[in-house]
């Protein structure tokens, strides 16, 4: 019965885009609020115009408003997919397919006489909202993302800006107020700096200095061809440094402690990403009031820098005050719907469970600057919900309905289109002629 209620709401308000297709009474939910008002049985969610109008028990759908029965069924806000490249990477080894990255030099052949750091490289005019990988994800229940520049060689550590993105299917998908600079410090990144990892302090340092509005003391006057950045690069710079969010993709304590520092001087929000020694210096993160996004699978040391990587990483910064967010460490775009075990292993290991769910929800919103519109079910935020079989953090869950702005979406991907295609019985021509939509 829940199921032909809920096909029946997603192809009745599919059909059209217009404001009343927004309106949708989910009654009789397990509503995860992620909020003062925690986890709330048997209640009822009227959402009105893409938002949440009320949240209560036995709301009354106004006339003309679907109504979905959730028979006691979770619901959460969408969950965040983690920094990935969904919509700028469609396959992974086909190089014309994947624009996360710049490596606008020969990695042989750096022409000393050319800027070769590009803060102003962004992806967002890059982004797909078609991408088939994006599908596969949204029907799992990740409803938004933010994308992050890659390093490569041939390019820089300090990556170039990304945003997040709300993986509905607008072009227009860009989260206001979510732009973001990232640098990716560390060992992986040392190729880039001379092959030590001092020099990338180094070479942050002279980029800063660069993009300094006025010539810090007694620096000598940078000769215009022979900086780190380009005159749009100094711009680009400077608009972070008053203020603005940047993530440091980096894993070692010592490291760690070093960004803090360097942030404290750039005059930036820092965002740490990686961390998987996070916990030796979590009493700096929360002084720092600096949220870290971490994959809290990362048990064993892939490298020297992540020797003290452990499966209670999240507990213990939670625990000292850290607001803990998840990401994927492996391929982070077309497994993005897996972040949800990610959060399930850390209450496995000591982190409270609403205090998982936050890392997927209202802990990544925040730290990317839309914690007022998303990450929350409460009154006046964007209705950006999953309906789940079950426990969201059990990885035997799945969605059973995504809702965008109220909007029941067809739970439909490339994948779920491909295996009908071939579970049809064969006809008279090929499948491909068949099951086409």
């Given at each position: ?172 998908a860009e989260l206001e107020g979510s732009r973001s600079l990232f640098i990716n410090l560390g060992a992986d990144a040392s190729t880039l700096s001379g092959g030590s990892r001092a020099g990338q302090y180094m070479l942050l340092e002279q980029a800063l200095r660069e993009a300094r509005p006025a010539p810090s003391p007694g620096m000598m006057p940078m000769v215009p061809s022979h900086g780190l950045l380009t005159p749009l690069g100094r711009e680009t710079l400077s608009r972070y440094l008053r203020g603005g969010r940047v993530v440091f993709h980096v894993d070692r304590a ?184």
């Open positions: 019965m829940l199921a032909r209620t809920l096909a029946a709401a997603a192809a009745a308000l599919a059909l059209t885009h217009t404001a009343s297709a927004q309106d949708v009474l989910i009654r009789d939910a397990r509503v995860h609020t992620v909020a003062e008002a925690g986890t709330l049985e048997r209640a009822d969610v009227l959402v009105r115009g893409g938002r949440v109008a009320a949240i209560g028990a036995g709301l009354t759908a106004p006339e003309g408003v679907a109504v979905v029965d959730a028979a006691g069924l979770s619901l959460t806000p969408v969950l965040f997919g983690g920094l990935s490249g969904l919509g700028i990477e469609e396959v992974s080894g086909e190089a014309s397919t994947v624009d996360g990255n710049l490596a606008l030099m020969s990695p042989q052949n750096v022409p000393a006489h050319e800027p070769a750091w590009r803060p102003e490289f962004d992806l967002m005019p890059a982004f797909n909202p078609r991408s088939a990988a994006i599908g596969v994800n949204r029907v799992a229940g990740i409803g938004w993302t933010v994308l992050a520049p890659g390093t490569v060689a041939g390019g820089s550590f300090l990556a170039g800006q990304g945003a997040a993105v709300v993986l509905d299917g607008r072009f227009d010592s490291d760690i402690r070093q960004t803090l520092a360097l942030a404290q001087r750039m005059g930036v929000q820092p965002v740490i990403a990686g961390g998987t020694e996070a916990w030796m210096v979590a009493t700096e993160l929360a002084a720092a009031k600096a949220p870290v996004l971490l994959d809290a699978l990362n048990n064993l040391p892939s490298n020297f820098d992540q020797l003290g990587a452990r499966l209670d990483n999240a507990a213990r910064l939670h625990a000292a005050g850290v607001p803990v967010a998840f990401s994927q460490g492996g391929d982070a775009t077309h497994n993005a719907r897996k972040v949800r075990q990610l959060a399930g292993n850390a209450v496995a290991n000591g982190l409270p469970w609403e205090a998982g769910l936050a890392g997927l929800t209202a802990v990544p919103a925040q730290a990317f600057g839309v914690g007022d519109r998303h990450g929350r079910i409460e009154v006046g935020r964007s209705a950006d919900l999953v309906l789940w079989t079950g426990d969201p953090l059990e990885v035997t869950s799945v969605a059973r309905q995504v809702f965008f702005a109220g909007r029941a979406i067809p739970m439909r991907s490339r994948q779920t289109e491909l295996r009908d295609r071939y579970l049809a019985p064969a006809g008279a021509l090929p499948r491909a002629y068949s099951g086409s939509r």
